[in-house]
C-alpha cells in the first residue's frame, strides 16, 4: 500500500490514461536553442525513466514576433520537427509521455517586433508592443494552430497552450492591457473570443486523440486583473472549445507578488486551484510550491485539483516520482524554491540548471559513473561542498570517511534555515544526512581532523569553509558587537535597535531574521496579508483591496553598506527584489557609500563618501558585523607543508562570492573525476 494513493493514481483522459497525477511543467532549459538535441533528449529522457505522468516542455515560441527572447525554439522548420522527434522518441521509449508548450510572449517577448492586443507597454519590457490589426490577429492564430500540428508531426502527446503568467492570450483578457473596441477587445466576451477561437483551431487541426492543456490564469495579482467570475467563465468557454485539461496559472511576470519564490509558503495557491473544481468537467491541475510527494498528496487527497504540476523539482531529482512510489521519499533531493540555478540561469542567458542537482540539464556531461579504482577517501567540512564530494564518491564505489568539527552535518545552511522565509533549507539539510547514512559514509561529527589523521588517505578533499572577513572597525570588540554567526548560530540576542555591517546575502537574511517573528512562509493567512492577496473572488485579480499588510518589525534595523550602490543589488536576479521588498515593508533603512568610523557605546559612527562628510550616528544597542567572509584555509596550508595533495573546495579555495550552488556544484564535479 502506498503513502500516495492519490498522487500515483492513474488519470483517464478518455482516449488514453496517464500513469499518474503528476505533471512536470514547463521549465525553460536553454538546450533548445544551443542545439545539442542529444542532451534535450537525455534531461526529458531521465524524468521519464523516473516515473513522471505528463511532462510538459520549455515554451517553444509559434513564430519569431511570439518568442521571448530573439532566437526563442520553435518549430519552424522539418529539421526543427526531426530534432524534436528525437526527443519524444528517447521520452516514449523510457515510458513517458510529453507535451510541447506553445508559449506567445505577447507584449513580454523582448524585441521591437513584439506583438500585442494594444501599444500598452509592460513595467517588466523596454519594447512598446505593436497593436495588431485583424489580419493580425489571424496571422497569431494560424501560427499557434500550425506550431501544435507540427508538435503532433514530432511525435509529442499532445500541447499546452501557455494562456496565463500575463502572456499574449492573458493580455487580451484584461481591460488593462486591452485597449480594443473591435470584437477582440470590449466585452468580457470580446476579450476572451482569442483564447476560445485559438483553443477550438487547435482541437480541430490535431483530432480528438491529442492532449491539448490549457494554462489559464487564476489569480492575476496584477491591478485590473479578471474576476472570480471571468476566470469561471472561460474556464467553461475553453473547457467547450476542446481542451482535454485546465492548468493553473498565477500571477502575471509582472506582479509584484512573489509566487514561487522559497519565501512564498507551500501549496500557497491549492485554494485558487480548489475554486474551480467542480465548476469544468475537465481534470484540473494545481501548480506553484508543491516539491514533495506529501504536500502533492494532500493537495490531491483535499480536493483541490485532479493532478499537480511541479516543476523546478523535477530538476532536483528526476526520480522524484519513483522514489515516492517505492516508499523512498525521504531520498528524493528537495527543490528549495531559491530560483538560483535555475530562473536566475535563463534571465542570464545560461543553461538552467539545480543548486541541488548540478546533473540538471548537464546529464550528458557530468556523468557519475563507477570508480575503476575503489580509494579511500577523506572529505574535512560537512558543508554542502563536502557533503556533495562526499555523497558523489560514495555512490561512485570509494570508501569515504567524512569529518567535520561542528556537531552536526550541513555547515552554513545550518544557518540559512534559521532565516524567516528560508525553512527549505531544512529539509535540504535533512536530506543530506539521510543520503550521507544511506550511502554508508563514516560520518565523524564533533572531529577536527589534522594532517596526520589523512596522511594514510588515498584522495584528501578539504571543504573546511569560510571565517567571517573581520572590518577592522575602530571599537568593534566591545560588547555590543556580534558577528552573524554569532546571533545564527551561537544564540546571540540583539537589542532593539541594530546596526547591520554589509548588506550582501547574509546581511539581507540577518535584517529579515532581526525584524521578523513568526515566520509568513510558514503561515498562510499571514503570508496573504503580507503581501495582500486576497480571494478573487472578493478583489478582482486577487489583489486586496486594503493593499499588503505587514506585522510590525521586532527590531529597528539599519542595513549598511560601503559601496554606493543600490543596497541588494547583487541578490538573486529573480530574487533580490522579493528581499528588498520585504525589507521596506518592514522599515529597514538602507544606506549607501558609508565609511564606518567607529563604534562606540551609542552605536555606529558613519561618514558618507571619499571625503569622509556628514558624520553620523546610527543608534544602536547591537551591531551586527556581516562584511563577508574569507577562505579557512589552516588545514589546507598544514597539508601542503607536509607535502600531502589535497583537494581545496568551495569556501576554503574561493571565499568570494561563495554559495551553496558553487559549493555543490564543485563538489559533485571534482568527486565525479576521482
Ligand atoms: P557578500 O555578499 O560578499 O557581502 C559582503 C558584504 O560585506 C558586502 O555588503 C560588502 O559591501 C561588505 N564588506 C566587504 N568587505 C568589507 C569590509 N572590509 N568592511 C566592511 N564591510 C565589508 O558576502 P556575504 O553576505 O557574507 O554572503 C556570502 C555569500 O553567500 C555570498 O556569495 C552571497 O551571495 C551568498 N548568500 C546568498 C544569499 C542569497 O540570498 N542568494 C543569501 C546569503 C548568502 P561593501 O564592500 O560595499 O561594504
Ligand atoms: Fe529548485 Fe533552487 Fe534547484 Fe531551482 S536551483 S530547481 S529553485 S533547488
Keep these: 500500500m502506498t503513502e500516495y494513493p492519490h498522487l500515483l493514481a492513474p488519470l483517464d483522459l478518455g482516449f488514453t490514461t496517464l500513469r499518474n497525477r503528476v505533471l512536470m511543467g514547463s521549465m525553460h532549459t536553454g538546450l533548445e536553442e544551443r542545439g545539442d538535441w542529444n542532451r534535450v533528449a537525455e534531461f526529458y529522457a531521465a524524468r521519464a525513466r523516473g516515473g513522471v505522468g505528463l511532462m510538459v516542455t520549455g515554451g517553444m515560441a509559434p513564430n519569431r514576433e511570439g518568442g521571448v527572447f530573439p532566437g526563442a525554439a520553435g518549430l519552424f522548420s522539418d529539421q526543427d520537427i526531426a530534432n524534436h522527434r528525437g526527443v519524444t522518441d528517447r521520452v516514449h521509449d523510457a515510458g513517458g509521455r510529453i507535451a510541447m508548450q506553445i508559449l506567445h510572449a505577447g507584449r513580454y517577448a523582448y524585441g521591437p517586433d513584439c506583438v500585442a492586443p494594444s501599444a500598452v507597454k509592460s513595467p517588466i519590457s523596454p519594447f512598446v508592443p505593436n497593436a495588431l490589426d485583424e489580419a493580425g490577429i489571424e496571422k497569431q492564430i494560424g501560427d499557434i494552430v500550425t506550431a501544435a500540428v507540427r508538435a503532433r508531426a514530432a511525435g509529442y502527446d499532445g500541447v499546452e497552450v501557455m494562456g496565463s503568467e500575463g502572456y499574449f492570450l492573458n493580455q487580451f483578457l484584461v481591460t488593462h492591457t486591452n485597449r480594443r473596441t473591435d470584437r477582440w477587445g470590449g466585452s468580457y466576451e470580446n476579450r476572451m473570443r482569442l483564447p476560445i477561437e485559438v483553443v477550438r483551431r487547435v482541437r480541430a487541426a490535431v483530432g480528438d486523440d491529442f492532449i491539448l492543456i490549457y494554462r489559464l490564469s487564476m489569480i492575476d495579482l496584477v491591478p485590473d486583473g479578471s474576476t472570480w467570475e471571468e476566470v469561471v467563465r472561460l474556464a467553461r468557454e475553453i473547457e467547450k472549445a476542446g481542451a482535454t485539461i485546465l492548468n493553473t496559472g498565477i500571477g502575471w511576470h509582472e506582479a509584484r507578488v512573489p509566487t514561487i519564490a522559497t519565501s512564498v509558503p507551500r501549496r500557497a495557491f491549492a485554494w485558487v486551484t480548489r475554486k474551480l473544481m467542480g465548476e469544468v468537467g475537465v481534470p484540473v491541475i494545481a501548480s506553484n510550491r508543491i516539491n514533495s510527494p506529501e504536500v502533492a498528496e494532500g493537495v490531491l487527497a483535499e480536493g483541490c485539483a485532479d493532478m499537480v504540476s511541479m516543476a523546478r523539482p523535477f530538476l532536483a531529482d528526476p526520480d522524484f516520482v519513483r522514489k515516492a512510489a517505492e516508499g523512498r521519499a525521504d531520498e528524493i533531493a528537495p527543490c528549495i524554491a531559491c530560483n538560483q540555478a535555475c530562473l536566475d540561469h535563463t534571465f542570464s542567458g545560461k543553461i538552467s540548471t539545480c543548486l541541488v542537482n548540478p546533473r540538471a540539464c548537464y546529464e550528458t556531461e557530468l556523468v557519475i559513473a563507477p570508480a575503476g579504482v575503489a580509494k579511500t577517501v577523506a572529505v574535512v567540512g560537512a558543508g554542502p561542498a563536502g557533503l556533495s564530494a562526499a555523497l558523489t564518491a560514495a555512490e561512485r564505489g570509494h570508501r569515504v570517511t567524512l569529518f567535520d568539527k561542528a556537531?552536526?552535518?550541513?555547515?552554513?545552511?545550518?544557518?540559512?534555515?534559521?532565516?524567516?522565509?528560508?525553512?527549505?533549507?531544512?529539509?535540504?539539510?535533512?536530506?543530506?544526512?539521510?543520503?550521507?547514512?544511506?550511502?554508508?559514509?563514516?560520518?565523524?561529527?564533533?572531529?577536527?581532523?589534522?594532517?596526520?589523521?589523512?596522511?594514510?588517505?588515498?584522495?584528501?578533499?578539504?571543504?573546511?569553509?569560510?571565517?567571517?572577513?573581520?572590518?577592522?572597525?575602530?571599537?568593534?570588540?566591545?560588547?555590543?558587537?556580534?558577528?552573524?554567526?554569532?546571533?545564527?548560530?551561537?544564540?546571540?540576542?540583539?537589542?532593539?535597535?541594530?546596526?547591520?555591517?554589509?548588506?550582501?546575502?547574509?546581511?539581507?537574511?540577518?535584517?529579515?531574521?532581526?525584524?521578523?517573528?513568526?515566520?509568513?512562509?510558514?503561515?498562510?493567512?499571514?503570508?496573504?496579508?503580507?503581501?495582500?492577496?486576497?480571494?478573487?473572488?472578493?478583489?478582482?485579480?486577487g489583489l486586496a483591496s486594503g493593499g499588503p499588510h505587514t506585522e510590525p518589525a521586532l527590531r529597528e534595523v539599519t542595513l549598511l553598506q560601503r559601496k554606493a550602490e543600490k543596497p541588494g543589488k547583487r541578490l538573486g536576479k529573480t530574487t533580490g527584489w522579493i528581499h528588498r521588498a520585504a525589507l521596506k515593508m518592514k522599515g529597514v533603512k538602507m544606506l549607501s557609500g558609508v565609511n564606518y568610523e567607529r563604534i562606540t557605546p551609542e552605536g555606529l559612527e558613519i561618514s558618507f563618501g571619499e571625503a569622509r562628510e556628514n558624520p553620523a550616528l546610527i543608534a544602536a544597542d547591537t551591531i551586527v558585523l556581516c562584511a563577508g567572509q574569507l577562505p579557512q584555509r589552516g588545514l589546507a596550508d598544514g597539508l601542503a607543508a607536509e607535502g600531502i595533495a589535497a583537494h581545496v573546495i568551495g569556501g576554503a579555495e574561493k571565499a568570494a562570492e561563495l554559495d551553496a550552488k558553487r559549493a555543490i556544484e564543485q563538489g559533485t564535479r571534482l568527486a565525479a573525476k576521482l
Excluded: H
Design 407 to 541: 556537531g552536526a552535518l550541513g555547515g552554513q545552511l545550518n544557518m540559512a534555515k534559521k532565516v524567516p522565509g528560508k525553512e527549505e533549507f531544512r529539509g535540504l539539510v535533512d536530506w543530506f544526512a539521510t543520503m550521507v547514512a544511506r550511502a554508508g559514509i563514516d560520518l565523524r561529527l564533533g572531529c577536527e581532523a589534522g594532517v596526520k589523521d589523512l596522511k594514510d588517505f588515498d584522495e584528501v578533499i578539504v571543504a573546511t569553509g569560510v571565517v567571517p572577513r573581520d572590518p577592522g572597525i575602530p571599537g568593534q570588540d566591545a560588547p555590543n558587537v556580534i558577528s552573524y554567526v554569532d546571533l545564527l548560530a551561537g544564540g546571540a540576542r540583539a537589542g532593539r535597535r541594530v546596526a547591520v555591517v554589509g548588506a550582501g546575502g547574509i546581511g539581507f537574511d540577518v535584517a529579515e531574521y532581526l525584524v521578523t517573528g513568526a515566520s509568513p512562509a510558514e503561515d498562510l493567512a499571514a503570508w496573504k496579508a503580507e503581501w495582500g492577496v486576497s480571494d478573487p473572488e472578493r478583489d478582482r485579480g
